[in-house]
T-cell receptor, first 116, second 113 residues
């Protein structure tokens, strides 16, 4: 079956513009995660969805970042008024269930965002 | 809070050399520990895991043992190949109710023929 897919694979934008990043999780996976991979910073957790709700938004770096998930499937990460420090690779992952038991997270290839 | 510290890279080795990438963690309770690998141009893949103290995870010739007394989960391979060149991430999962992974910063491994 298909893995986690993300689009676009690359996005170049100008400072101050809004961007939307999309994630299609593996079919049937109820949990979805967004991470950010910055040079020299490793992977930072951004937000976690269980179904359509986000019980953990603690990683969102500012109120310019928001995310939603509809139909328990596709998720969109939106960054408003982009800044150069937002340049990074944004990774999405999904797992069969979330909660207190670990279930393997499967990662997408990421979206490379460059803010000029 | 939880944290993972791994050795900085790049680690440069010749083919068939022995590999160790150090990883230590800080977390309350009893986390599960993981190594993920990211090959050039690809997404992260789970390489191996260990869910309790003294467990040894292994896959593709790589091994790591969960050492609670030293809070470590060092990655080892006896004989690396050029195809092992990638970035390796150590991570932990603590069952606090949310399913988030805490990652180290990653270690790049470069293997030359």
């Amino acid at each position: 079956g298909a893995g986690v897919s993300q689009s676009p694979s690359n996005k170049v934008t100008e400072k101050g513009k809004d961007v939307e990043l999309r994630c299609d999780p593996i079919s049937g996976h109820t949990a979805l995660y967004w991470y950010r991979q910055s040079l020299g910073q490793g992977l930072e957790f951004l937000i976690y969805f269980q179904g359509n709700s986000a019980p953990d938004k603690s990683g969102l770096p500012s109120d310019r970042f928001s995310a939603e998930r509809t139909g328990g499937s596709v998720s969109t990460l939106t960054i408003q008024r982009t800044q150069q420090e937002d340049s990074a690779v944004y990774l999405c992952a999904s797992s069969y269930v979330g909660g207190s038991s670990y279930n393997e997270q499967f990662f997408g290839p990421g979206t490379r965002l460059t803010v000029l | 809070g939880d944290s993972v510290t791994q050795m900085e890279g790049p680690v440069t080795l010749s083919e068939e050399a022995f590999l160790t990438i150090n990883c230590t963690y800080t977390a309350t309770g009893y986390p599960s520990l993981f190594w993920y690998v990211q090959y050039p141009g690809e997404g992260l893949q789970l390489l191996l895991k260990a869910t309790k103290a003294d467990d040894k995870g292994s896959n593709k010739g790589f091994e790591a043992t969960y050492r609670k007394e030293t809070t470590s989960f060092h990655l080892e391979k006896g004989s690396v190949q050029v195809s092992d060149s990638a970035v390796y991430f150590c991570a932990l999962f603590r069952p606090s109710g949310y399913s988030t992974l805490t990652f180290g910063k990653g270690t790049m491994l470069l293997v030359s023929p």
